[in-house]
């Protein structure tokens, strides 16, 4: 008796452990390309269309990021280590919201801030999907990229990309950038309006 209880606490332990380890694999990877997508798609491209023109900037910044996220992909694929999240996603679909609820009503404020954009981009995904995929499909590529609106509506790891995968991923890269180069071009208008404000009240 002693020794099952014990084994039974010794593999609830352990399973914890891996949950835990998963979870953290999944909160550090969503940190980290959340930062570099929110540099690339803002700073970054405001300087470049500043710089170049909005139309040349913007061309450079969509071939940019096709490079970038097809690499992504390719390498997500490849290695098989799901640090998105993809394969959980089904049990997801189900108890997102409760999940999400516990984390954002965590007692701890480190859990509660580390886990607020993965918590909010699967709320959203979670919200989409359950409309239909077209929805899902443009709420991925607007809100994140062609990278991940690809690998989410995959719904698996690995194996070779199919011509609906492409053709996905095509066609998130177009939405994706017609969005961020509008939007940043209205940006650069209003900070450019505003200088040009400012420097006539000064003189």
């Known amino acids: 008796m002693f020794d099952r209880n014990y084994t039974e606490r010794k593999e609830a332990t352990v399973a914890n452990k891996q949950i835990f380890k998963k979870i953290a694999q999944v909160a550090t990877g969503w940190s980290l390309l959340s930062a570099f997508n929110w540099t690339f798609d803002n700073p970054l491209w405001i300087f470049i269309i500043a710089w170049l023109g909005v139309g040349t900037g913007s061309i450079v910044m969509t071939l ?71 929805l899902a499909f443009i709420a991925l590529s607007v809100q994140q990229d062609s990278f991940i609106t690809t690998a989410f509506l995959r719904g698996k ?47």
């Open 64 to 134: 940019g990021a096709m490079v970038l996220n097809f690499c992504l992909l390719i390498s997500y694929q490849k290695m098989g280590n799901d640090w998105l999240g993809v394969n959980g996603f089904t049990a997801l679909k189900e108890h997102g919201d409760k999940w999400a609820q516990k984390v954002q009503g965590h007692h701890n404020f480190f859990i509660r801030t580390i886990f607020w954009v993965p918590v909010l981009f699967f709320r959203l995904l979670v919200w989409a999907v359950r409309k239909n995929n077209v």
């Open 157 to 203: 790891v690995g194996g070779k990309l199919t011509q609906k995968d492409y053709g996905i991923f095509f066609g998130s890269t177009a939405l994706s950038c017609l969005y961020w180069s509008f939007r940043n071009g209205v940006i650069l208008a209003i900070l450019k309006g505003g200088l040009e404000l400012t420097k006539q009240f000064i003189n």
